[in-house]
């Protein structure tokens, strides 16, 4: 009898403790988020998400350079005129990003915004533009031209007509935001997937990895790897859709900041890091530098990873990745 009341009290404890991974969709900063968290009911469920998509919003005010409202709108207004003081986490965004620009040469450059829109991937070019309008358009753009004041908390772009954006490190840097908040909060494990820059921690209620799934470029519709992850970030930039092709040569939408030319012969670029920010912005970065450059600047990386997959369909992983092609 003792036993069987033991058992009873065992068991309607394991259900008071009993963890559901809970999961919402909404539209975020002009993409698709998917929220998971692991809670013990849908109500506590439901508090979690709103807490992420507050915090995602919050985010998003201080970033987008759409909003005219926001800071770093605010920062581009005065390129050429003054510095503009911003709260400690836009200056140390921007500080952060300043760093991935001296780790990849410049091939990454949130200064990329004042580029002129030369290439456009719609369709509707019929001609390569020339040398010299290929190089003007990058006039402006240069993270050298960024000045950082730590003490007054101040950015000032050097160059009238600079601009910044948060285009290839925004969603990463929300999902990582939100995951820290969910985290301090108690939320034992949880996703924050914003279209395919994703952030993970914990588990699964039955103790498995999460497992996120990297869709093929060549076939959208097909997942081409299953792979677990704990507490870390994997963020996929692809390019199947908006490219242009001269001569034979494809072009792609992400467009080096140092030359003006798109980058070419990769298709997709799949970064494993801590952090969805670093991820995200090195993605991007690989497109621009290129398989043999990107590969070696990433195999130098501490904890970082990357899955390449060129124009030709083929799959080259950084060193310590391997994908059993099937
Ligand atoms: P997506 O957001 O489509 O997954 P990325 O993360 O690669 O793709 O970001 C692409 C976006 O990054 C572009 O739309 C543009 O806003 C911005 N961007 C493009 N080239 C660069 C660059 N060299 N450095 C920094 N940002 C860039
Ligand atoms: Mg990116």
């Not at 949130?110 to 719609?122: H, L």
Request: aromatic letters at 8%.
């Amino acid at each position: 009898m003792k036993k069987l009341l033991l058992i009873l009290i065992i068991f309607s404890v394991g259900l008071l403790y009993a963890q559901e991974p809970y999961k919402r969709t909404i539209k975020l900063m002009g993409s698709r988020f998917d929220i998971t968290v692991v809670a013990k009911d849908p109500v506590e469920g439901d508090v979690y998400i709103d807490m992420a998509i507050n915090e995602i919003t919050r985010n998003e005010k201080l970033i987008s350079s759409w909003d005219t409202n926001s800071q770093t709108s605010e920062i581009n207004r005065n390129a050429g005129l003054r510095p503009v003081k911003v709260d400690a986490e836009l200056f140390d965004l921007i500080q952060r990003a300043i760093g991935i620009s001296k780790l990849t040469d410049g091939a990454f450059d949130v200064s990329y915004a004042s580029m002129d829109k030369i290439w456009k991937f719609d369709g509707s070019m019929t001609v390569m533009p020339s040398a010299d309008s290929i190089k003007a358009s990058v006039s402006k753009v240069g993270f050298q031209n960024i000045v950082l004041d730590k003490e007054s908390s101040t950015v000032f772009l050097k160059l009238k007509g600079m601009k910044i954006g948060f285009g290839a490190i925004g969603k990463g840097y929300a999902a990582d935001r939100a995951k820290e908040l969910l985290k301090s909060k108690g939320v034992v494990a949880g996703i924050i997937n914003a279209s395919g820059d994703m952030n993970t921690w914990g588990k699964q209620p039955d103790g498995k990895e999460w497992k996120v799934a990297i869709t093929n470029p060549m076939d959208k519709n097909k997942v081409f790897a299953l792979l677990p992850i704990t507490n870390g970030a994997v963020v996929t930039s692809g390019n199947y859709e908006k490219y242009v092709t001269f001569n034979d040569i494809r072009y792609t939408h992400i467009i080096d900041p140092r030359s003006g030319y798109p980058a070419t012969g990769i298709i997709s670029v799949t970064v494993f890091a801590p952090k969805a920010e670093l991820a995200d912005a090195l993605a991007t970065s690989v497109f621009v530098m290129g398989i043999e450059v990107g590969l070696n600047r990433i195999n130098q990386l501490p904890k970082i990873e990357c899955i390449i997959i060129d124009d030709r369909g083929n799959i080259i992983t950084s060193k310590n990745i391997e994908i059993e092609k099937s």
